[in-house]
């Protein structure tokens, strides 16, 4: 089992949570008000069956490891020492370019989940998507428990996002989320990445 695996087996999303916010129960889940937002109503909700957390209001989310990242102003492999302390988990000594890219790809998967995620809440397609979502009977709640996301109909925009992020192409790819696009035309050229998300 490796070091992230055990600090989720360890700590729990509402011990952790809990530990920097006032939490309230709402049925099956949690809830607050964000920190990464000011609001009247809170908008920020926690999910124990799904052990993540997800603001309505600002469309934040994700895991402990995010939450702790965007708390402490962190970088993931920093919100990892600070975890696996309250776990009380003496990390794992190991290659660190091999950690380093671990670590990478890890960040290049919750980067294209949280785009999708936006893109869903905030784009004008998105928004229509929501409300075809909810005319089939599905609540935000329900949304954000299972992280829906929407992707834009052009073929570079996870591709263009990432590598706006700071990631280069081979990461991307390696991370799996894109594939190279093959060329059809003399025009098209080698070796350029879509956008478009593994099955």
């Not at 939450?67 to 102003?73: A, K, N, Q, R, T």
């Not at 919750?110 to 004008?124: N, T």
């Not at 998105?126 to 005319?135: D, F, T, V």
Request: positive net charge; glycine residues 8%.
């Amino acid at each position: 089992m490796d070091n992230v695996s055990k600090i989720k087996d360890r700590l729990s999303v509402v011990d952790v949570i809990s530990g920097y916010l006032k939490l309230q129960k709402a049925g099956a889940n949690f809830k607050a008000s964000c920190p990464f937002h000011n609001e009247k109503t809170p908008s920020f909700f926690i999910s124990p069956e799904r052990q993540t957390w997800k603001c309505f209001g600002c469309s934040k989310g994700g895991s402990i490891f995010d939450f702790v990242m965007e708390m402490e102003g962190v970088e993931f492999p920093e919100a990892l020492r600070i975890l696996a302390a309250k776990a009380g988990i003496e990390l794992e000594k190991f290659d660190s370019t091999i950690k380093d890219s671990k670590d990478r790809l890890y960040q290049i998967c919750e980067s294209s989940a949280r785009f999708f995620e936006k893109q869903l809440s905030y784009s004008g397609a998105g928004r229509r998507a929501i409300e075809y979502l909810k005319s089939r009977g599905l609540q935000e709640t329900t949304m954000a428990k299972f992280r829906l996301g929407f992707a834009p109909d052009t073929w570079d925009a996870l591709s263009g996002y990432l590598r706006n992020s700071g990631f280069t192409e081979k990461e991307i790819v390696d991370a799996g989320v894109v594939v190279k696009r093959q060329p059809t035309t003399n025009n098209q050229q080698q070796g350029s990445t879509t956008g478009f998300v593994r099955a």
